[in-house]
């Protein structure tokens, strides 16, 4: 059975030209790039050419990209290394719409008794601007918010919140793990001091990350040893990693406008079918403003874990916008946090699409869907018989 896969911003396929770059640093030039040696130095080479790439991506200096573990650590280290900077300041502003790689970290800081502020947001998942500028404050570290949300795939305005909470002196960090590579970014005329992404969401390997740190921004390393990435992350460099970000990196730029097309065109065409032969379904997030690869749609009356084993046995990859907690089904946080209501968070899915996606998989699916939601609606207690 052949594999449909819409869970693209859950993790991409690795580039077949990504692969073959990475393939002769395991087994073959396998040397520590902060080795003296040429076989070491040689690989210290496709380093610095692979810091190149990500800032030619992003617009930025090669300078002001750090290498890190994951899009997570590139989080963790935003937001604990600003306040190691800042330690007079204790509050901290960010959305009740992050993931979990922002949210837990602000969470525990509470705990230590840091004042964090999540802001709202409404039902298309926008935030209120004026609810940030009123929490901006002397007491401020840093502000994070998410460039464009996982789940709904809502774009936020950056360039005007960045603007807001930098002209008034306070650090702001985007979780932008999401967006390299589906929106334009340009750094070189932005006001965000920090962004984290990561490779595998871009069709490189998973355990590879970057934090832009633009320059003169203030942050305390958050590993710390060796000297490595100029002394701001300690721990030999993930060279495959590295390698094959930065070829993702340069595909991405390549192929930026063809690409978006391509998975808008196909995302569209996904989401009209679907909402045109299935009654009672709705898009959640904010469709104006919105990456192009994500459609997330709520069933109603029916659970989205139901949808995705039925779509499963059609080899047909989506995901759900439910968490299993302890036994009991809980919405997914975004989702509660836009007020979607019970009936609709539950039977939520997202669809994810990425360059590799077709057009018949898309016919494919369309066909499959609606089967699907009537079988499990004649099976649902929510629905009137
Ligand atoms: N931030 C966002 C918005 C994400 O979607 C993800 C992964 O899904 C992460 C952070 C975490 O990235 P990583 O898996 O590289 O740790």
Known sequence: MKTVYFDNNATTKV?????EEIKPYF????????SMHTFGGQVGIKIRNAREKAAELLGCDP??????????????????????????????????VEHPAV?????????????????????????DLNELEDQLDEDTAIVTIMFANNETGTIFPIQKIGEM????????HTDAVQAVGKVPINL??????????????????????????????????????????????????NVPGIIGLGKACELS???????????????????????????????NGDVENRLPNTS????????????????DKFGICASSGSACTSGSLEPSHVLRAMGVPFTAAHGSIRFSLSRYNTEEEVDFTIEKIPPVIARLRELSPFVAK
């Open 188 to 237: 070189s005329k932005s006001p965000i001091d920090l962004l984290s992404l990561s490779g595998h969401k871009l069709h490189a390997p998973k355990g590879i990350g970057i934090l832009y740190v633009k320059r003169g921004t203030r942050l305390t390393p958050f590993m710390m040893g060796g000297h490595q990435e100029g002394g701001r992350r300690a721990g030999t460099e």
């Open 165 to 172: 909470v930098t002209s008034r002196g306070i650090v702001f």
């Open 296 to 311: 997330n749609i709520s069933f109603k009356f029916v659970e989205g874990e139901a949808i995705l084993l039925m779509l």
């Open 253 to 283: 730029k390549q192929n930026f406008d063809k690409e978006i097309k391509h998975v808008r065109h196909l995302r569209d065409k996904l989401e009209k079918a679907i909402l045109e032969s299935c009654p009672d379904c709705m898009v």
């Open 27 to 34: 087994c073959g030039l396998y040397g520590n790039p902060s």
């Open 103 to 127: 949210l837990t970290v602000c969470r525990e800081l509470e705990s230590h008794g840091y004042n964090v502020v999540e802001l709202g947001v409404d039902k298309n998942g926008r935030l």
């Open 15 to 19: 580039d077949e030209a990504v692969f």
């Open 63 to 96: 300078s002001e990209i750090i290498f890190t573990g994951c899009g997570t650590e590139s989080d963790n280290t935003a937001i604990k290394g600003t306040l190691a900077a800042y330690p007079d300041k204790r509050k901290v502003i960010t959305t009740r």
